[in-house]
């Protein structure tokens, strides 16, 4: 008798069947040798894995502006300026903040200091 607090059933065509049985000969990895439960499991874990990876590409990250600490200015020092003076923060451009994506991570990963 199934466990059935563990385990639900699910009804498809006879044509996602077979396709089922082609893609697991064929397209999933043969010497896995999957029963149709591990192949549907494996394709749903696959397929939520690439939305996962989408998602987090997606994802951006606010950080304060290193530059201008937050302050979307910057205070040019006395010796330049030979008064108080202020400046536009260029990196942020005077957002005080940054806003990352993954991709951004990703270039900073692969660029050699
Ligand atoms: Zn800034």
């Known amino acids: 008798m ?7 059933n699910i009804t ?8 089922l049985d082609i893609l697991r000969d064929k397209v999933l990895d043969p010497n896995l040798k999957l029963s149709r439960s591990q192949a549907v499991t494996y394709l749903v874990n696959e397929k939520k894995l690439n939305l996962m990876v989408k998602h987090m590409e997606k994802t951006k990250h606010k950080v304060i502006c290193p530059e201008c600490k937050g302050n ?11 008064e108080e ?13 940054l806003t990352l994506t993954e991709e951004d991570f990703i270039d900073q990963i692969d660029k050699p200091n």
């Open 85 to 97: 003076v202020t400046a536009r923060c260029d990196t942020c451009d005077c957002e005080g903040e």
């Open 12 to 19: 498809v065509t006879h044509k996602t069947y077979d396709d």
């Open 2 to 8: 199934t466990d059935t607090s563990k385990y639900k």
């Open 72 to 82: 979307g200015y910057i205070r040019v020092p006395y010796e330049q300026a030979r």
